[in-house]
Every structure is written in C-alpha cells, then in structure tokens.
C-alpha cells in the first residue's frame, strides 16, 4: 500500500540530502487524504546565452503564427516544433554604443538579462543593472533552497579591460544581484551536483566528500539505506521511479567522471582513452551535462531559476567536433567570406540543436501531472543580432515551454521593429508575482506570449 509523503521529502546519509522527484504519492488526492494542502507545479525559468550573435540572414523564419516554416538554422527545431516560440523583432537599446564607441561584446552580455548600459570602465567602478532572473528570484525567496544557479562553461576574470577599454565582468556575466554586483558562474558539473546534495556541517561533508573520493563511490551508497525504507511506503510505480531516478543520478556522475577525465588529457595532450563508444566532445558533453543538472535541480524543486552561459561574449573557442578550427569570434567577422559563413552557420545550427536537445528532455521529465516543459520558461539567445554587423535588434530569441499558461508555443511571433527585449522580461517577473514595475528600457508587458 502506498502512503502519501510530502514534496519536501528528503534521503539523508552521511553529509548528504538528497530531495526526491515527484512521485504519485506526493499527488493533490494523496495529499487530501493527509489533510495537506495540493502541491502545483512552480514556474520555473532558464536563461541560456550564446555569445557573439548568429548568421542572421539564415537565421529568421519565413511567415508567421502557426505557418511558420523553419530557416536551414533553425532547422532542428522541427523536432521540438510545437513546443518552441520564436520571436522577432526584439531589441536591447541600451547594448549599442550610446556614444561610447566600441565594446559591443561586453554591453551584448551586461545588457543581456538587465537591460542597462554598462558603464565603460576597464576598473572596479563597474555600473550595469539587476537582471530579471534576480528580479524572479527575490520574488520566489526562500521558497526554494537554491535561490538561483548560475552557470558556465568558460572561466572569466571579474577585473581587467576584456573589449576596449570595458572591465572583463561585463562580458563574462549575464546574471547581476544590484547594479555593480556580477554574479559570477559556475563552470564544473562536480561543484553544482555537490552543492545540490551535500548537506551538513562543513566538517561532515568534507568528510564526506573525502571518504567518498577515496572509494570512488557514488554519492547514492550514502543514502540507500534511507531509500531502502522509504520504498517500503511507495506502490509498485513509484518504486520505479525511485530506481530510475538514482539510475539518473549515477548516470550524472560517471559522465562527471568521463567529462573530467577527457579534459584533464586534453590539457596534457595525452591520448584519449578508449570510452566503449565515440569519443565525448568537450563542449558538448559539457553544455548536456550542465543540462541535466538544470533538470535535476528543477526536477527535485532545488531552485526555479537558472542562467547558463554557454560561452563567455567574445568567445574565440574553436569547434573540432564540428570540423570548426578557426576561432568562434574571429568566424563572425566573415565579411562575407563563403568558408567562414559556412563555419560559423555550422555553430549556430549546432546551437539549435543543443536548445532542441534541451527542451526534449524537459519534456520527457514528469512534474505533477505534466512534464517540467509544462511549467518552465526556456529563454534562448543574444544581444547580438548578427555577429558580422554587431547590431542590437532583431535578436534571435527562441523562447520554449509553457510556463504554466504563459506561453503558447508552436508559433513564429513577429513583434514591431525595436520592441524592448525587456518587454518579455517584466511578463516574465508578474507571472511569478513580482511587482516591479520596469525593467531595463522596458514599455510594458508583451503582448503575443499567449494567443
């Protein structure tokens, strides 16, 4: 027999808590029949950043609404089609120069999420503005343990001129807690996963952390002993779900370990082991994990706001996985040449398809009686419209999920020339109850997200 349990069930071991997925036992009849209030299924909100724009004219799609018909970019999106709005149109007034000449790159990523003109300074006078995934974040306090993750994949200096004469803290955060305060990234899965599970004094999880080290164990042989009892209070599909769930969680660790191990002999230039199957890229491998450790940190409601830089703006990385040797900056300054055109819409297509790999997932993962795409909002983009004309408008944002009713997705939304990219931020802070009244160059509210 199954006996309901609540949302906030926690497997303990030594230095470790481990939340639980939703299960049926957590279910609104379940817990009417504890006399506990139904659980719904929170918003939640993602900010994925690319850095230095995209090939624009192989970028938008051609009609609108529901007709839309994919661009040989945006092309795998098809499958994911119905769970994808695009939107065009947009801008970030306040990312141009203003006078302030050059330093695109760092206004792109400091106006990305705040909407602010960065102040131009190469020192710690740095100016910028709150960004909306801070403004969502004060607005669901303390209703989660995590009140935000911030994520990366690039390493960034917080001091030093990183784009003519603008400080390195621009261009490598896009999420910021007050105008001079960046909130700088975390770039290694271990520390996220270990910051989602290791619980305690400080004393017991490094305890932990070395006894588990030297073992080579996974985190999950701390708690079983605890899952062992709390199976005995599950029915048969739960119990499943249980299984599957630490599966996943020892899955998340052995590609932690392959990750590691890949760019440890990259940096010393050894040759790669033989991984029983294709060689994991770098970046990519990198990029999935750190989804999956979005999912999981929604999954067990851990934190309902997330931003993830894929790069830092201005990224010069190369792309072998994708026979890309020139850097990804140096690319979008083409002026038209065929071969970097060629190369730097290989990246982009390749982005797409890491956003569509994305939103499958979310898909597949049950929250409540839906999936996580049913309650998140998946914001993907840049300030940067193309990267060779370094302009702010027509940004190329993909938004995906519904967001509990706030999006209906499926469409092409084609939004007037120059409408404030803020626009779609403050509809965001009021579906989650935030009261604030403007953000960055904001106009109001906009219109289109529902039908």
């Not at 309901?4 to 071991?13: A, E, K, N, Q």
């Not at 599950?234 to 760019?263: N, V």
């Not at 929604?298 to 993830?308: E, I, K, N």
Request: charged share 20%.
């Amino acid at each position: 027999m199954a006996y309901p349990i609540h949302r906030r069930t926690f497997l303990r071991g030594l230095g470790t808590a481990m939340a639980l997925p939703w299960l049926d036992a957590m279910s609104p009849l379940t817990a009417l029949a504890r006399n506990m209030p139904p659980t719904k299924a929170a918003l939640r909100t993602v900010f994925l950043f690319i850095p230095n724009g995209v090939h624009q004219p192989e970028w938008s799609p051609a009609g609108a609404g529901a007709d839309w018909v994919t661009s040989p970019i945006l092309e795998p999106l098809e499958a994911v089609r119905d769970d994808v709005l695009v939107v065009s149109g947009l801008a970030h007034h306040n990312a141009r120069a203003l006078g302030d000449g050059p330093g695109d790159h760092a206004r792109s990523a400091a106006c990305f999420l705040t909407g602010a003109h960065p102040y131009k300074t190469a020192g710690d006078d740095i100016h910028a503005g709150i960004s909306v995934d801070q403004i969502i974040a004060a607005a669901v306090d303390e209703q989660t343990l995590i009140p935000s993750l911030q994520l990366g994949t690039e390493g960034g200096r917080q001091s030093g001129n990183c784009d003519s004469g603008y400080s390195c803290a621009y261009s490598s955060n896009i999420s910021w807690a007050g105008a001079n305060q960046p909130l700088p990234h975390e770039t290694h899965p271990r520390r996220v996963f270990e910051r989602m599970f290791l619980r305690g004094s400080a004393g017991e999880t490094t305890d932990a952390r070395r006894k588990r080290i030297s073992r080579r164990s996974s985190i999950i042989d701390f708690i079983l002993e605890d899952a062992k009892g709390l199976e005995k209070q599950l029915g048969i599909g739960d119990r499943r779900r249980l299984s599957e769930y630490l599966a996943g969680i020892r899955d998340i660790e052995r590609r932690i370990d392959r990750l590691e191990q890949l760019e440890q002999l990259e940096r010393q230039g050894g040759d790669l082991p033989d991984f029983g199957q294709a060689p994991p890229s770098g970046i990519s491998e990198h990029i999935q994990l750190m989804h999956e450790l979005i999912i999981l940190a929604f999954r067990l409601d851990l934190t309902r706001v997330c931003t993830f830089m894929w790069a830092n703006e201005g990224s010069n990385r190369t792309h072998p996985h994708l026979d890309v040797g020139e850097g990804h900056h140096t690319l979008t300054h083409h002026k038209g040449n065929k071969n970097q055109v060629d190369q730097i819409r290989t990246i982009n297509r390749w982005q797409v398809e890491e956003f569509a790999r994305f939103v499958q997932r979310l898909g597949e993962v049950k929250d409540g009686e839906g999936s996580l795409l049913d309650s998140t909002v998946v914001i993907h983009g840049s300030a940067i419209g193309d990267g060779n004309r370094h302009n702010h408008d027509h940004l190329p944002v993909l938004i995906a999920g519904r967001g509990n009713g706030l999006v209906d997705t499926g469409r092409h939304l084609i939004t007037p020339k120059d409408t404030p990219m803020c626009n779609l931020f403050l509809s965001m802070a009021h579906a989650v109850g935030s009261s604030v009244e403007n953000i960055g160059d904001s106009s109001g509210t906009l219109p289109g997200l529902r039908l």
